[in-house]
């Protein structure tokens, strides 16, 4: 199997906390190459920025989860666009708005999130969306800033004409673990469907283990499953999804320095 991007996984997350150096360490020779790794607050946005200086192969990303909107202020503002700058995060996420959770009033949320999406564009960085049960107001927010910000719709769960919607404002498409699970038809017809060129892979980790390791914690490394699912939606070699997904990683990232030894 070809090395891979994890595109999405939260190896800071304290799930990790007693074997973290281990997973880590592993991710070679699980033949994962490279891992993003978005912040969900400040907090973990400056445990991502720590893990990318201790190791080269993990990118980071900063930025404030919808579901901590309601703790936003200038002055973490100003430290998520400090670290951005001065520690060289790849993108701003995960950002976006989860109405399914409701953690956050939705008027914050949104001011929150755009707020963000400004920073984005001032700082030319890409975005990773987070969005779920708000597909609509997602998607009239990021059509604000049409053609100044594109990114990456992380976990997509939602329709193939809605993500047909996100592709047209340059949005890739990311997939992880809810691909794989048998009873997710919806997920699996918008993924057969994606182009290869807007296709990403991700694990999510420590959340949503893709099958065969259901109700497991989840790891970089079974970001192959991601990857097997969606080359046999497609009907196409695994080796395909793999090189275009880490190829479309490489390019909305901007990742420096980075190759792989297949
Ligand atoms: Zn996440």
């Not at 503002?77 to 109405?99: F, P």
């Not at 959770?101 to 929150?112: A, F, G």
Request: proline share 5%; net charge negative; aromatic share 10%.
């Amino acid at each position: 199997m070809k090395f891979m991007i994890d595109s999405h996984a939260h190896l800071d997350d304290e799930k990790f906390n007693y074997d973290r150096e281990n997973i880590i360490k592993e991710l070679k020779e699980n033949q994962v190459a490279y891992v993003i790794n978005p912040g969900a607050d400040l907090e973990s946005s400056k445990r991502a920025i720590e893990l990318s200086k201790e190791y080269d192969f993990i990118f980071p990303a900063v930025g404030v989860h919808p579901h901590d909107a309601q703790s936003f202020s200038e002055e973490i503002y100003n430290e998520i666009k400090n670290m951005a700058i001065k520690d060289k995060a790849v993108a701003i996420g995960e950002i976006g708005l989860d109405y399914y959770y409701d953690n956050s009033p939705r008027d914050k949320q949104k001011e929150v999130f755009k707020k963000q999406l400004e920073l984005a564009r001032e700082l030319n960085l890409p975005v990773i969306i987070h969005t779920r049960d708000a597909y609509g107001d997602t998607f009239d927010i990021l059509n604000e800033f049409k053609g100044e910000v594109i990114g990456v719709m992380h976990c997509y769960s939602g329709s193939l004409e809605m993500a047909e919607r996100y592709m047209s404002l340059g949005y890739y498409i990311s997939f992880a673990g809810p691909v794989t699970f048998k009873n997710a038809k919806n997920v699996k017809e918008t993924a057969e469907n994606i182009p290869m060129d807007r296709l990403l892979i991700e694990t999510d980790s420590p959340y949503l283990t893709p099958t065969p390791n259901r109700g497991k914690r989840n790891e970089p490394k079974y970001v192959k499953y991601v990857a097997e699912t969606i080359a046999e939606l497609k009907d196409v070699p695994v080796s395909d999804v793999i090189e275009a997904s880490r190829e479309n990683a490489r390019n909305l990232f901007k990742l420096e320095g980075v190759s792989f030894e297949d």
